[in-house]
């Protein structure tokens, strides 16, 4: 297990509800606790999925950062990009077949928004990380026994890529590597770094 330890006198805190996100934070051997934004993540009217994105993670940072001005606070939000158009979390199994069916052959662009702040120094950065992947032509069987197994209803455009997921897929390019599982840890490392955060 990797030991947790606190290199920075301001505590750090996760502003999502997400256990994959929590799961990819613990990797940097950093202490920090979870608290949720409660953030609508209701697109507006003709928003694209990058700026969604974008607004969404500085949204949930700034919500929790105002609670707890001491605090450097992470939030992060990924959109699914289909010919422009959002794909959020299906929520059910209806609506991730039918992204699915939407999806295969396709390429989609997954948008991956990140943000950090800190009320009492004034920091504030944010980052996008793009990952474009290449989804291979899909049989209903397929998309039925995948479902069946993963369930992924709680990720964005139904994809798993650290599960069975990754058996959809032709291509994945990218520049950070977890940025498609939730968190880009490379930019996140990176933010943390420049608040102060020393890194092991």
Excluded: W
């Excluded at 928003?47 to 919500?63: D, F, H, M, S, T």
């Amino acid at each position: 297990m990797t030991e947790k330890v606190d290199f920075c006198s301001r505590p750090l805190i996760l502003a999502s509800t997400s256990r994959y996100r929590r799961e990819l934070l613990q990797r940097l051997g950093v202490a920090f606790r979870v608290e949720a934004p409660g953030v609508d993540e209701t697109p507006l009217a003709g928003e694209r999925p990058a700026a969604l994105a974008q607004r969404l993670a500085l949204a949930k940072a700034r919500a929790v950062a105002a609670l707890h001005p001491a605090a450097l606070v992470i939030g992060s939000d990924q959109v699914a990009d289909l010919n422009g158009q959002p794909l959020g979390k299906p929520g059910t199994h209806e609506r991730a077949v039918a992204q699915l069916r939407q999806m295969s052959g396709q390429t989609v662009l997954f948008h991956t928004a990140l943000a950090l702040v800190c009320h009492a120094s004034g920091f504030e950065r944010s980052e996008l990380a793009v990952v474009t992947v290449l989804l291979r032509q899909l049989s209903v069987a397929e998309i039925e026994r995948y479902l069946r197994i993963e369930r992924p209803y709680d990720c964005a455009g139904s994809a798993k890529s650290e599960g069975l997921g990754i058996a959809l897929l032709e291509r994945i390019d990218n520049d950070d590597p977890t940025a498609l599982i939730g968190l880009p840890l490379i930019r996140t490392a990176r933010l943390l770094r420049e608040a102060g955060l020393v890194l092991p």
